[in-house]
């Protein structure tokens, strides 16, 4: 079986199950192909995390809008209970690297930074980043 094979076929399986997951946890599916540069990197992220209309467009603001999800302060539509944590999927990942390559590696860290702040604080990790 050859590795392109494999990656097709897990796709093919594994697309409905994460699908059938995004029902039961909460999810964040940020379209890859709509994502050519920063700029269309935040009206994406804007328009799926329900962002407020003061979003600063960076990713200092995307931090900070994320970094509440537990709190009731309106700066995104989801609100997480104590165990639960938001799964941001990027379908498409791979022309989110064509277009911007160190975007996807700047998201990875930025969510790892964040959920040290999440653990410090004496919380659960409140996010995970899936790339497909």
């Known amino acids: 079986m050859t590795s392109g094979y494999a990656c097709k076929l897990a796709s093919f399986i594994l697309q409905p199950v994460l ?3 995004s029902y039961i946890m909460p999810t964040a599916r940020l379209n890859g192909e709509h994502i050519l540069n920063r700029e269309s990197f935040h009206t994406e992220c804007s328009a799926v995390f329900g962002f407020p209309d003061f979003y600063g467009r960076n990713l200092d603001a995307w931090v900070d809008c994320l970094s509440y ?3 009731d302060d309106g700066m995104t539509k989801f609100k997480l209970k104590d165990s639960e944590v938001l799964t941001i999927e990027i379908t ?3 022309h989110v690297r064509q277009h ?3 975007l996807l ?3 990875a860290m930025c969510v790892e ?4 702040r999440y653990v410090d604080y004496g919380e659960m990790p409140a996010l995970k980043l ?3």
């Open 130 to 132: 899936v790339l497909l």
């Open 19 to 21: 699908e059938l997951l």
């Open 69 to 71: 999800l537990r709190d």
């Open 100 to 102: 911007n390559p160190e």
């Open 113 to 116: 930074l964040m959920n040290e």
């Open 105 to 107: 590696d700047e998201l």
């Open 92 to 94: 498409h990942s791979d």
